[in-house]
DNA sequence: CTGAAAGCGCTAACAA
DNA sequence: TTGTTAGCGCTTTCAG
């Protein structure tokens, strides 16, 4: 009933070698002969035997570790785009056979660094003073969607500036004049970029967009519905909006049909994120997809290169949003 | 720009003291002087060390980690119920100053019992053979909402069949007789225990269940979708609906009202879970409430006891969902 | 109250 | 191909 421990010493007596021997089977380096090597891979499953990750670790000066710091906000987990992110970089961790140890920051307690290989930072907001510290003592660092050109640091990005054009472009090409918007957290450079994409193309192609249509909201289905609410009490309705995220979206478009519009041909709407969960709603979304798990996956391939030495510079890399069609938009009815 | 690492040997060279005294301030115990403990803290923070932890870990010989085993059902991330529990036993690891070591397991590859203090299984399904490796190794484990008794292991659980007779006692209270359910997966205990006492009291105090009126459901909302249309279809339609899950509830509603049904008054619909996403719906849902959160919590301080033999014999702990009334339930139409 | 010294379990030169 | 040995950074007796 108590927990016997296993030592590569008794694996190294039973299989009558030395512990090098059974070391190196363990990683399969070097060289063992096959005698041998049968030998201790029979001890090792007779005795159950498993490497204590700890001693591993002292004794290789390594973590096989990279930490994951994100902003503590309430209801994380229970964003779409956090939880992909998550996902993807557990994922491929486990590919890359590291621990990911994930770390929900305040900004301020800091991550122990010691006990990481590098640190992804996913949105920092608050927290650039932990992305410099980390940099200070030189530990690998990599920063997920958000470009930052004033330090030295690797990141990788959605290019939302890209992403809120695309979607400008879309919607006038319908012929919608009467175009609002329901903003993500205007405090985070993806909600902003996201933004500004969108009212730099309207600017130059429609006719700008009036203030009375741009609400800003912060991801949650209660501000979602807020905004549609006070859309819907204009004196000008909209015809066409584009909704930060796909979550939103759905919670607006629930707004619009409990207030008797039909979606699209009332009123349109585009989401973004290409959240699958958003796919069997009433309607099928029209949206503009990021891809937030290869994103993740890019990030730990990045920064275990950047570990290895395998990557000498900071590389910076910008991914493109991609449109995705579904039901949601339409043209203006001809009864303006 | 290359990582230096600070060791208590630096500390104690700083401050002028041996490593032993370092070690003690660290861990603060025992007694050290006055004198020396401050001079130790400012060499501390002068070098900005940080300990080791793999040092620590071998050196004490525990992980301080106790590790989660999940089944890796797709999707997982996005269930509300999975990760209100990811969400509270990182919370409490946390607060208990331990790793929590994810886990998600296909069934096979066991967790490395190695490198945690002690395991924390939730739903076991298929893998109840992990279970036992874990218990004939001698370490600590504890089950998530699975009530196996015929294993010397602990659990909490919640009383899902309870939950289930409380919703069956609710609808029949209104004068509900056809009443309906989208059940949850049928294969996982806490899908057929709330199943069961659904039916149980119906049975008894109603008039049992029709066939026809009985779906299983798998927690998605697709397969929500799906359930609630073949229930559209049946000539006598249900009066009221128990869905196993909020999430799947909101659908079946929306799905409903896409078909000019009101909810209540033409069709009441009770969830279970109560999850907060669910508030912003169209009409706020009637649900049962699963403490998950202090179930996760209550699971790690559990298992900490267990660790450190504070607890000496399995606990077996069962906590009683809550009826939470709000709006979408209320007697049937008198046009039956 | 303090320090010397013996490990914790493993890896990695270095020899053989 | 194999084994010897010196640590990795820390905790913890055990003397002092």
Redesign the interface.
């Known amino acids: 009933?108590?927990?016997?421990k296993v030592s590569i010493e008794d694996v190294a007596k039973r299989a009558k070698v030395s512990i090098t021997t059974v070391s190196r089977v363990i990683n399969n380096v070097s060289t063992v002969s096959d005698k041998n090597r049968i030998k201790v891979e029979e001890a090792i499953a007779a005795l159950?035997f498993?490497?204590?990750?700890?001693?591993q670790?002292?004794a290789r000066g390594i973590?096989n570790a990279i930490g994951l710091v994100m902003p503590g906000y309430p209801g994380i987990?229970?964003s779409?785009y956090a939880?992909e992110l998550?996902?993807g970089i557990?994922h491929a961790c486990e590919a890359a056979r590291m621990?990911?140890?994930?770390h929900?920051t305040d900004g301020n307690n800091p991550i122990?660094?010691?006990?990481v290989d590098g640190i992804i930072f996913a949105d920092i907001i608050e927290n650039r003073k932990q992305v410099e510290a980390a940099l200070a003592?030189?530990?690998p660092a990599l920063i997920i969607n958000n470009q930052v050109e004033d330090l030295n640091v690797s990141y990788i990005a959605v290019d939302n500036t890209a992403g809120g054009a695309t979607v400008a472009e879309y919607l006038t090409g319908f012929g919608h004049k009467r175009i609002a918007t329901i903003t993500g957290k205007l405090s985070t450079q993806a909600g902003a970029q996201r933004y500004d994409g969108f009212k730099a193309y309207l600017d130059q192609h429609n006719e700008g967009i009036r203030d009375e249509y741009v609400i800003e909201g912060d991801y949650s289905?209660?501000s979602a519905?807020q905004a549609a609410e006070q859309l819907l009490e204009l004196n000008e309705r909209p015809t066409a909006i584009f909704i930060a995220s796909d979550e939103m979206a759905l919670?607006a478009i629930?707004v619009f049909?409990?207030n008797g519009l039909r979606v699209p041909e009332d009123i349109s709407v585009i989401g973004f994120d290409d959240n699958p969960?958003c796919l069997?709603?009433?309607v099928a979304l029209t949206t503009v997809r990021q891809p937030l798990f290869q994103m993740a996956e890019e990030a730990v391939k990045t920064i275990v290169g950047i570990i290895s030495q395998k990557v000498k510079t900071e590389v910076k890399t910008v991914l493109l949003p991609e449109l995705v069609v579904r039901e949601t938009c339409c043209p203006p009815k001809n009864r303006a």
Chains 1, 2 share one sequence.
């Open positions: 009933m108590t927990k016997k159950k498993k490497p204590n990750v700890s001693a670790r002292l973590n987990f229970h779409y939880v998550i996902r557990g621990d990911m140890v994930f929900i122990n660094s010691n006990n003592t030189g530990t289905r209660r519905r919670e629930t049909m409990e969960a069997f709603g009433p």
